[in-house]
Every structure is written in structure tokens, then in C-alpha cells.
């Protein structure tokens, strides 16, 4: 079983940057692909980015542009720098893994983007 840990979140400003970062208590090597998450309140958790295992990205049109994903396999760790931040941006971040089965879920960080 492998632990993620987000941290980064906070408030900021519209147009200002965050990076959040996604620690893993073992190796990410071998996980297929990484993802971000977000949920606002009252709606359902949508996906915002992923990095598959060959280092393939994908976002969400809604923060293309904007956010990038990346991971560090030595640190074990994944990153989404969120530049151009938006009040829609709004929602607890959660990071995901992707293993062989299943999948794994961090706790969720809080991004609140004041106009």
C-alpha cells in the first residue's frame, strides 16, 4: 500500500501561481500513470491532468495553457504548477496513482482563488 501526500494549497489572488506537489511513501516507477483531481463544492470530482509511465500529459481543457504536470520518479514525487489561476480553479486538489490494480487517493489540498 502506498501513502500520497498533497501539499501546496493555499489561497491566492486571480492570475497568481501555485505548485502542488503529490509525495509518494514508495516508489512511483512502476505506477502506469498519475493524476490530479480536483472537486469543487457541490459538484463531482473531475479530472485535471494526468502523466503516464512513458511521460505522456494530458489536461483538461478548462486549465490547458495554464497548469503542467510533472513527477520525479527519484523523489517519488508528482507536481501541478497552477499559473493564471482562476476563481473557478476553486476545489480540494487530490492526487491519484495508477498501479497494477486498483488505485490509490492522497487526502486533497485546498486551492481557494480570490477575485
Known amino acids: 500500500q502506498v501513502q500520497l501526500v498533497e501539499s501546496g494549497g493555499g489561497l491566492v489572488q486571480a492570475g497568481g501561481s501555485l505548485r502542488l506537489s503529490c509525495a509518494a511513501s514508495?516508489?512511483?516507477?512502476?505506477?502506469?500513470?498519475m493524476d490530479w483531481y480536483r472537486q469543487a463544492p457541490g459538484k463531482q470530482r473531475e479530472l485535471v491532468a494526468s502523466?503516464?509511465?512513458?511521460?505522456?500529459?494530458y489536461y483538461a481543457d478548462s486549465v490547458k495553457g495554464r497548469f503542467t504536470i510533472s513527477k520525479d520518479n527519484a523523489k517519488n514525487t508528482m507536481y501541478l504548477q497552477m499559473n493564471s489561476l482562476k476563481p473557478e480553479d476553486t476545489a480540494v486538489y487530490y492526487c491519484?496513482?495508477?498501479?497494477?490494480?486498483?488505485?490509490?487517493w492522497g487526502q486533497g489540498t485546498q486551492v481557494t482563488v480570490s477575485s
Open positions: 491519484s496513482a495508477v498501479p497494477v490494480f486498483g488505485r490509490y
Open positions: 514508495g516508489s512511483i516507477f512502476s505506477f502506469n500513470a
Open positions: 502523466i503516464f509511465s512513458g511521460g505522456t500529459t
